[in-house]
């Protein structure tokens, strides 16, 4: 994927911290780590490009470094944060920001789709996320996102440096895997920007980075393939095609259920695999984006 050399050069120095708070307090149950460069935070929107007219959805503001970049910049502002310690703080010191609202919620949980259609998010105009994600939930929250992809125009988010690699790997490389293929077949992915463990409180003990996701409407993913996916079946798919990576794709997709819920069998699962245009004696991690699409479209019709 494109990386922005402007944003995400790995010889450039971090950003020097300024304004950073001198205590923190962090819970372990929620993985929090507090963006406390400031610097880095005013790059972040920088990158975020927010508009006067977007809606956004920003998951886990924390102390607020990027809600207040944000307040009063877009039409409306939805910031949900898990910790009710610190909803009321977030609301009081951000009073009096037009189309802001903060809400207590876990983006695990919540009805997504209806706080998205709370900010006004519909197909024509299409909703933003920015967030700061903790490292234990970021692939979840990524993926559940990315399931309300009809009505979100891109995701950009603070993950795991190793999870981004993997979001955004190539085929044949040890970082592809099911998660590539369920992010980059519903959206762009770019990897943009760097951060120091130093850049945030508590301490982490790796890197961050900086992804930014832009999304397809599921018509536009179907194109791809020619056709109209069900819900999860690519997903199911790629659980079977990923679940032994030093077995070739055959020996994998034999164990795919068949039409009366019996195991197709290395005839059936090598018929899928040519129709599908792809080498059954390839290992899964040499199989692109499309290859994976257009099996989990004839999977129903073995």
């Known amino acids: 994927m494109r990386r922005d050399r402007g944003l995400a050069d790995p010889a450039r120095p971090v950003h020097k911290m300024r304004d950073t708070p001198l205590r923190l307090r962090s819970r372990r149950r929620w993985?929090?780590?507090?963006?406390?460069?400031?610097?880095?935070?005013?790059?972040?929107?920088?990158?975020?490009?927010?508009?006067?007219?977007?809606?956004?959805?920003?998951?886990g503001p924390g102390h607020g470094a990027l809600t207040r970049r944000l307040a009063g910049r877009v039409r409306n502002l939805v910031a949900l944060e898990v910790d009710p310690a610190l909803v009321p703080v977030l609301r009081r010191e951000l009073e009096g920001n037009q189309g802001l609202e903060v809400l207590e919620g876990d983006v695990l949980t919540v009805d997504l789709r209806s706080?998205?259609?709370?900010?006004?998010?519909?197909?024509?105009?299409?909703?933003?996320?920015?967030?700061?994600?903790?490292?234990?939930?970021?692939?979840?929250?990524?993926?559940?996102?990315?399931?309300?992809?009809?009505?979100?125009?891109?995701?950009?988010?603070?993950?795991?440096?190793?999870?981004?690699?993997?979001?955004?790997?190539?085929p044949g490389r040890k970082t592809y895997g099911g998660l590539s293929v369920l992010c980059q077949a519903r959206a762009r992915v770019e990897m943009?920007?760097?951060?120091?463990?130093?850049?945030?409180?508590?301490?982490?003990?790796?890197?961050?980075e900086l992804i930014r996701l832009t999304l397809s409407g599921p018509r536009d993913e179907w194109a791809r393939a020619g056709g109209a996916l069900s819900p999860g079946r690519l997903e199911a798919?790629?659980?079977?095609?990923?679940?032994?990576?030093?077995?070739?794709?055959?020996?994998?997709?034999?164990?795919?259920?068949?039409?009366r819920g019996a195991p197709l069998?290395?005839?059936?699962?090598?018929?899928?695999?040519?129709?599908?245009?792809?080498?059954?004696g390839a290992r899964p991690e040499e199989i692109p984006v499309a290859g994976f699409i257009t099996l989990a479209r004839e999977w129903p019709a073995v």
Do not use: H
């Open 265 to 280: 069998g290395p005839t059936e699962a090598e018929r899928l695999i040519r129709r599908a245009g792809v080498e059954p």
């Open 115 to 170: 706080l998205l259609r709370r900010i006004g998010a519909t197909p024509d105009e299409p909703a933003r996320v920015i967030a700061n994600l903790p490292y234990n939930i970021a692939t979840a929250v990524i993926l559940r996102l990315l399931e309300e992809r009809a009505v979100l125009r891109d995701l950009l988010v603070l993950v795991q440096r190793e999870v981004a690699q993997r979001i955004a790997s190539a």
């Open 237 to 259: 798919l790629l659980r079977v095609a990923f679940a032994q990576r030093r077995k070739t794709l055959l020996n994998n997709l034999a164990r795919l259920p068949g039409p």
């Open 192 to 208: 943009l920007l760097t951060l120091r463990p130093g850049s945030f409180r508590p301490i982490p003990k790796v890197e961050s």
């Open 31 to 59: 993985g929090q780590n507090f963006l406390v460069n400031q610097g880095a935070a005013d790059t972040i929107v920088t990158a975020f490009r927010p508009r006067p007219d977007d809606r956004v959805l920003e998951v």
